[in-house]
């Protein structure tokens, strides 16, 4: 029982730190060691490649006048005009691709 409240006062804390909840992997089992219980929680950082491959698929087959790329466990996305990257943002954010998404560094 004091398994469940710390992991739940973990993933409220990463909620407030506004961490998605997407990227915890919370499907290990818990490990008795003696009188305590060990339970490991991953963080997933970056994007694997299959996923970055159905990602950019995607962005590709939506039309828009975009060039994606994979770079390591990153997407960039470039383009033109401001309003075809804000489209690709709300495609990604609609699509349902099981990574957590953080977009950064839009210059105009």
Known sequence: MKLDSIEKIVLERATKQHID???FDLSKEPQPSGKSVIKT???????????????????KESGL???PQIMDDMIRVTGKKIDDLQAVMSLCRE?????P???DNMKS
């Not at 929680?41 to 962005?59: D, L, N």
């Not at 699509?95 to 990574?99: N, P, S, T």
Request: proline share 0%; aromatic share 6%.
């Open 95 to 99: 699509g349902d691709f099981e990574v």
């Open 41 to 59: 929680i991953t963080i997933q950082q970056g994007i694997e490649r299959e996923k970055a491959k159905k990602i950019v698929k995607a962005i």
């Open 101 to 103: 998404l953080q977009f």
């Open 65 to 67: 006048k975009v060039q």
């Open 21 to 23: 909840l997407k990227a």
